[in-house]
């Protein structure tokens, strides 16, 4: 191998090396931060989902709906009104700024 082929070998590692280690760097930066960011929506929909549940449940407890009543109101606000298929659509979409929360 001549010193011509020497070079190109010599450049070739120093380009590659590091541009691995930044590349996988940058991938384990992103999954951490996107793995954070699912757990935290995740959280905020829990949240959102039992604040329903506590709203609801007060109207039961004041009288003015009947416990399966609220039932179906939480379900049909969390999953969807069911299909004749059936599978469940949600009729709205509760939107975060530009997240969609429940569909």
């Known amino acids: 191998m001549g010193l011509k082929g020497r070079l190109l070998l010599l450049c070739l590692v120093t ?12 991938y384990k930066t992103a ?4 793995t954070q960011a ?3 929506n995740l959280e905020n929909n829990v949240n959102l989902a039992m604040e329903l549940i506590n709203s609801v ?3 039961v407890e004041a009288g003015g709906l ?16 069911l ?6 659509r ?7 700024g530009n997240m ?3 569909t």
């Open 83 to 88: 299909q004749e298929d059936g599978s469940a």
């Open 15 to 26: 380009l590659i090396v590091p541009m691995s280690v930044l590349g996988w760097v940058s």
């Open 100 to 102: 969609v929360i429940f």
């Open 31 to 34: 999954e951490a931060e996107l």
């Open 38 to 40: 699912g757990e935290i």
């Open 66 to 81: 009947s416990s399966e009543e609220a039932q179906e109101m939480v379900k049909e606000s969390l999953v969807g009104v």
């Open 57 to 59: 449940q007060s109207d």
């Open 90 to 96: 949600s009729q709205n979409k509760l939107t975060l």
